[in-house]
């Protein structure tokens, strides 16, 4: 691991023990509890590369990653919290080539391990729903986010960008999605498109929200909503050099988990660790059905 954060890092973890030791606490931070019948004790079997823990009530047996996006990795947990802290940088992102050289991993690994992550980043419990006062306007990616051909045949792809305000008038909470194709008729939003952000992005208990249909409304109403997007392309330029591809959403979790973490002054790497504990979501492709064309 030869990069600038290599050295606070290892300091931190510097063996598999300490990174089993921070992902417990992370899990059961009272003390182990059994996922059938919520005994705490449980005995400790070390026989394998991951510890065993079983209950002694009803000797089910649990693996620290169990259920989690960790479950089954042959990957070490070093590199998985090595691949965490360096995703948790907030001037930059980390593309699978990147990590395969500084973890020393397959691209398949590589790319897999940053799907999985970045799923945990877009989950519910990440991305709550927006609650206060919130925005939300349509906007348009297109060039440098698309493929050259896409951006060749003048595509763009439309978005929903979102921000929440809590009592005081503060930014609190923002939220990109994907608008798929069916809920936008000539550039504007159809009221089924509306229903399907609201009831995913939007908190029935919002105080006010507001949703404008087309770029020329979002811009006329909400002009700082676009600055989300604009940061978006600009991080994507400079990470993965664009191709967003059919993964888009998962890189626009990504870039708003860091810019929750920012707004809410959330420590990034403890908050991925914390979602990485918690239960997995469940599509994950395997990293064979990964195609090293998709270079990010
Ligand atoms: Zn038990």
Redesign the pocket.
């Known amino acids: 691991m030869n990069h600038l954060f290599a050295d606070s890092f290892d300091a931190r973890f510097d063996s598999e023990a300490a990174c089993i030791e921070w992902l417990f606490q992370i899990r059961w931070p009272n003390g182990f509890e ?1 996922p ?4 705490s004790h449980a005995t400790v079997i070390s026989t394998r590369r991951l510890p065993l823990y079983e ?1 002694r ?4 047996q649990t693996s620290l990653t169990a259920g989690t996006i960790l479950e089954k990795s042959r990957t070490p947990l070093r590199k998985w919290l090595y691949a965490m802290w360096l995703m948790s940088q907030p001037e930059q992102g980390i593309n699978a080539v990147r990590l395969q050289s500084l973890l020393s991993v397959t691209y398949k690994t590589a790319f897999y391990m940053l799907r999985k992550l970045r799923l945990a980043m877009g989950s519910l419990e990440a991305q709550p729903a927006l609650s206060g006062s919130v925005q939300a306007g349509l906007d348009y990616l297109g060039r440098g986010i698309l493929s050259v051909q896409e951006a060749a045949e003048g595509r763009k792809t439309p978005i929903m960008t979102a921000v929440a305000m809590d009592t005081t008038g503060c930014l609190n909470q923002v939220a990109l999605a994907v608008v798929p194709p069916a809920f936008v008729r000539d550039r504007c939003l159809l009221p089924v498109g509306k229903i399907h952000f609201a009831e995913r992005y939007i908190d029935p208990n919002a105080t006010s929200a507001v949703i404008a249909d087309s770029l020329l409304r979002t811009n006329r109403q909400f002009v700082n909503l676009r600055i989300y997007g604009h940061s978006f392309r600009d991080w994507m330029l400079q990470t993965f050099h664009g191709l967003g591809g059919g993964y888009l959403q998962t890189y626009l979790d990504e870039f708003v988990f860091q810019v929750n973490a920012s707004l809410q002054g959330v420590p990034p790497f403890e908050k991925l660790s914390y979602l990485s504990m918690r239960p997995a979501h469940p599509y994950v492709r395997s990293p064979r059905s990964v195609r090293p064309s998709l270079a990010a």
């Open positions: 059994c059938s019948c919520a005994h209950c009530r009803c000797l089910r």
